[in-house]
Every structure is written in structure tokens, then in C-alpha cells.
């Protein structure tokens, strides 16, 4: 199994960057996937979830309104759009896969959100 996240950077407060997360190794259309993040100095916050057919997507308060969930099942990819970014939005972003618990996780991208 390998999970790959890409499109982390640097954007100014207001801004918008998009995730992907390029799944191997398994069966991709068969799970349940979620972004969980980690900010500077926190623990590790749930960001989002989706179905395994995308059809049911689930936020944190947090993030309701701005961010979107979304995955490919043809191109094995978990996405996330990010808008009306804020500073507190700064962290390392994971794309994980959920078994009967989250099992696999990739190595992470850096968001960072700043003037």
C-alpha cells in the first residue's frame, strides 16, 4: 500500500491550494479515505472523509464551507480543494486510509498559510 500526497506550498491568508493523493497498492475504490492534518506544535486533527463511492463526504466544523473532499476511483486519487485559506489552516496534510481503523498513511505535505 502507498498513499502520495501532493500540492502542499505557500499561500497568502484568503488563498486556495488543492491536495491529491495518488493511491497504490490496493484496492482503492474499496475504501473509506480522509485528510488528517497536523499543525506546528498539535496533535492530529480530522479534516474530512469520503464514501468509498464518493458519495457521502464528511468535514470538520473547522473546515465546513471551505474545504472539499473528492476522489477518482478510475485514477486511484484522493483530493481536497482548500479555500479562503486561513493562517490556523498551516499544517502537514495526510491523506489515510480507513480499514477498521485508519491503517496507511502517506508522508504527509506542508501547507502553510502566511503573508
Known amino acids: 500500500v502507498q498513499l502520495v500526497e501532493s500540492g502542499g506550498g505557500l499561500v497568502q491568508p484568503g488563498g486556495s491550494l488543492s491536495l491529491s493523493c495518488a493511491a497504490s497498492?490496493?484496492?482503492?475504490?474499496?475504501?473509506?479515505m480522509a485528510w488528517v492534518r497536523q499543525a506546528p506544535g498539535k496533535g492530529l486533527e480530522w479534516v474530512s472523509s469520503?464514501?468509498?463511492?464518493?458519495?457521502?463526504?464528511y468535514g470538520a466544523d473547522s473546515v465546513k464551507g471551505r474545504f472539499t473532499i473528492s476522489r477518482d476511483n478510475a485514477k486511484n486519487t484522493l483530493y481536497l480543494q482548500m479555500n479562503s485559506l486561513k493562517s490556523e489552516d498551516t499544517a502537514v496534510y495526510y491523506c489515510?486510509?480507513?480499514?477498521?481503523?485508519?491503517?496507511?498513511w502517506g508522508q504527509g505535505t506542508q501547507v502553510t498559510v502566511s503573508s
Open positions: 497498492g490496493f484496492t482503492f475504490s474499496d475504501y473509506y
Open positions: 489515510t486510509r480507513k480499514g477498521t481503523v485508519y491503517d496507511y
Open positions: 469520503i464514501g468509498s463511492d464518493g458519495s457521502r463526504t
